[in-house]
């Protein structure tokens, strides 16, 4: 589908929401605490005149590129999230990616003045990336945080942040307008890889980050059957991984980190889909456009 860039030019046939409506009620219950929190955090912060998120140390614990091993790594990953003060993801170890991606995007993306123009492709308003983003300081000019997603209709702003229709293959922004891309357990949904990595590389400036985090496990079980937001549920195993990470490096986009053998491992299943009942765990990927 399209992209659209306005409210008025939404698509007039949204898709359903996923997971049915009392789900989707549930997940805009969990929006409007989130973004109500952020607000007040951010008033509080700017009550002693200084820049809102100036002093909020950057994430430390996740690196740009890695596996999770473990469930002691994701429950860290949350511990310091809370210690930051950053509201957390109710799936906890969701917050695992999303603090790297931020972490990402602050040390790699933005120079320190918190000018960072960043896009969340396949976001959704309760997900934790941008609105962490904005306690950082992010945000101050007019669209430079932005979520997009096949399922928005109108054109929504939480505290500075645009929501909008669009398509993570085809954006309608112009070419190099972004600093950061981040992606958070959207590209096993159904995603064309190519079309996606391809519209990231042209929406990037050279030195550009795209941070994208998938379902993954060294061997992936068998998902037949498993239906989950319209598609078959997709758990991304090694080679898969190296193929991504190759076809990236065709389009100008260079993985920061390593990934081998080791990498690739993991010592637990730490994350556990209740719906599917599938156990899993999550890659973080970072690229540089050159």
Same mark, same amino acid.
């Given at each position: 589908m399209?992209?659209?860039?306005?409210?008025s030019s939404a698509p007039t046939q949204v898709a359903a929401p996923p997971g049915g409506r009392l789900l989707a009620v549930a997940k805009r219950v969990a929006e409007r605490a989130l973004w109500t929190r952020v607000a007040v955090q951010r008033r509080w912060q700017g009550r002693g005149g200084g820049a809102p998120g100036a002093g909020r140390p950057v994430p430390t614990s996740v690196a740009p590129t890695g596996v999770l091993g473990d469930t002691q790594t994701w429950q860290r990953a949350a511990d310091e999230a809370r210690a930051l003060g950053l509201p957390l993801h109710r799936d906890l170890p969701k917050n695992w990616d999303a603090l790297?991606?931020?972490?990402?995007v602050l040390n790699l993306a933005d120079d320190g003045s918190r000018t960072a123009r960043v896009m969340d492709a396949g976001s959704a308003r309760y997900s934790p990336v941008l609105p962490w983003l904005?306690?950082?300081? %992010?945000?101050? !000019?007019?669209?430079?945080?932005?979520?997009i997603n096949l399922e928005f209709g109108r054109q929504v702003t939480r505290d500075g942040v645009v929501f909008r229709y669009g398509d993570v293959t085809s954006t309608?922004?112009?070419?190099?307008?972004?600093?950061?891309?981040?992606c958070m357990s959207v590209i096993e949904h159904g995603v064309?890889?190519?079309?996606?990595?391809?519209?990231?590389?042209?929406?990037l400036r050279p030195g550009g980050v795209l941070v994208v985090s998938t379902d993954y496990d060294q061997s992936p079980p068998d998902t037949t059957g498993k239906m989950i937001y319209g598609s078959e549920v997709h758990i991304f195993s090694p080679a898969e991984i190296t193929d991504l990470v190759a076809l990236a490096e065709r389009h100008g986009l260079e993985l920061i980190g390593e %990934?081998?053998? !080791?990498t690739f491992a993991h010592a637990?299943?730490?994350?556990?889909?209740?719906?599917v009942d599938l156990r899993y765990t999550f890659i973080l990927l970072t690229f540089r456009k050159r």
């Open positions: 399209a992209d659209t860039s306005s409210s790297g991606a931020v972490a990402a904005r306690l950082y300081g %992010l945000g101050s !000019a007019a669209g430079s945080l932005l979520g309608g922004l112009p070419d190099a307008h972004l600093d950061a891309i981040t064309p890889i190519e079309g996606f990595i391809k519209e990231s590389a042209r929406v %990934l081998d053998e !080791a637990e299943r730490p994350v556990h889909w209740k719906r």
